[in-house]
């Protein structure tokens, strides 16, 4: 019988301190309540406590079952910060764009995103694996990941519903990937109703910070062939991105 108890703890822990960041956070947000308001696809105004709130319990979780995953998870989250603050302006999305600005001698926030993110998962990933194929197919793995999640972050709840589904099948598993997994999966699920309610938007910081704890749970519960499927996969959705967010707005519809 598969011991359900430490993935129970891990989602319930990070779904409860990813709460109560929400809940001290509205309470005293650091540079006053309008710094941590933006306006959604159709104009509302939402809150960003949600992305700050469950990157913290993604990377506090996943950096008690492995430290690696929470440095990984934790620059994800920052990367993703810098760009919801510097970028917020910026109309640019996808590599093409942003690394074409670059090739021009700008860096884009995106840029930073990107080569943060990278590097994140490629240190995280010679951590947690042993050989150099596999440290590479780690890091991938990882960022890919955090870029995925933010692709499908488009329409309210789409990303944190990405998380959860995405996260389940490795609850199957045992070991400390279910754990992570189910780290991830719960902050996702204490976010989620305030943002399918257009209360809330986790942004680009909870979107790269649950994804890149999605990646590692993946990482740490799969050998080479799973890690070469899950890069292969994720290499594809990054290669058509525009198509991937075209997609997930067409099915939020209304």
Same mark, same amino acid.
Request: with cysteine.
């Given at each position: 019988m598969i011991e359900r108890a430490p993935r129970a703890t891990a989602f319930g822990l990070s779904a409860a301190l990813t709460r109560a960041t929400v809940t001290a956070l509205r309470a005293k947000a650091p540079g006053g309540p309008g710094r941590w308001e933006r306006k959604n696809y159709a104009g509302r105004t939402v809150e960003l406590y949600a992305g700050a709130a469950s990157a913290l319990a993604a990377t506090v979780g996943a950096g008690r079952i492995r430290p690696a995953a929470g440095v990984a998870v934790a620059v994800a989250g920052v990367c993703g910060a810098y760009d919801d603050v510097a970028g917020a302006g910026d109309r640019r999305r996808g590599f093409r764009a942003h690394l074409s600005a670059l090739r021009d001698g700008e860096v884009t926030s995106g840029a930073v995103k990107l080569f943060g @993110?990278?590097?994140?998962?490629? $240190?995280? !990933?010679?951590? %947690? =694996?042993?050989? /150099?194929?596999? =440290?590479? %197919?780690?890091? $991938?793995?990882?960022?890919?990941?955090?870029?995925?999640?933010? %692709? @499908?972050? $488009?329409? /309210? !709840?789409r990303a944190a519903a990405a998380v959860l589904a995405l996260g389940a099948p490795g609850l199957l598993r045992e070991g400390p990937g279910a754990q992570i997994a189910a780290t991830a999966m719960g902050a996702a699920a204490a976010v989620l109703p305030d943002d399918l309610g257009e209360r809330a938007m986790i942004g680009d910081t909870g979107a790269h910070a649950l994804g890149a704890a999605l990646g590692a749970a993946v990482v740490a519960g799969n050998g080479r062939a799973g890690l070469v499927a899950h890069a292969a996969a994720l290499v594809a959705a990054a290669a058509y991105g525009d198509k991937v967010s075209e997609a997930v707005r067409a099915s939020g519809a209304r």
């Amino acid at each position: 019988m598969i011991e359900r108890a430490p993935r129970a703890t891990a989602f319930g822990l990070s779904a409860a301190l990813t709460r109560a960041t929400v809940t001290a956070l509205r309470a005293k947000a650091p540079g006053g309540p309008g710094r941590w308001e933006r306006k959604n696809y159709a104009g509302r105004t939402v809150e960003l406590y949600a992305g700050a709130a469950s990157a913290l319990a993604a990377t506090v979780g996943a950096g008690r079952i492995r430290p690696a995953a929470g440095v990984a998870v934790a620059v994800a989250g920052v990367c993703g910060a810098y760009d919801d603050v510097a970028g917020a302006g910026d109309r640019r999305r996808g590599f093409r764009a942003h690394l074409s600005a670059l090739r021009d001698g700008e860096v884009t926030s995106g840029a930073v995103k990107l080569f943060g @993110v990278s590097a994140a998962g490629l $240190v995280a !990933g010679a951590f %947690l =694996k042993e050989r /150099p194929v596999d =440290k590479l %197919l780690a890091g $991938v793995v990882i960022a890919g990941a955090a870029h995925f999640v933010n %692709l @499908v972050d $488009v329409r /309210p !709840g789409r990303a944190a519903a990405a998380v959860l589904a995405l996260g389940a099948p490795g609850l199957l598993r045992e070991g400390p990937g279910a754990q992570i997994a189910a780290t991830a999966m719960g902050a996702a699920a204490a976010v989620l109703p305030d943002d399918l309610g257009e209360r809330a938007m986790i942004g680009d910081t909870g979107a790269h910070a649950l994804g890149a704890a999605l990646g590692a749970a993946v990482v740490a519960g799969n050998g080479r062939a799973g890690l070469v499927a899950h890069a292969a996969a994720l290499v594809a959705a990054a290669a058509y991105g525009d198509k991937v967010s075209e997609a997930v707005r067409a099915s939020g519809a209304r």
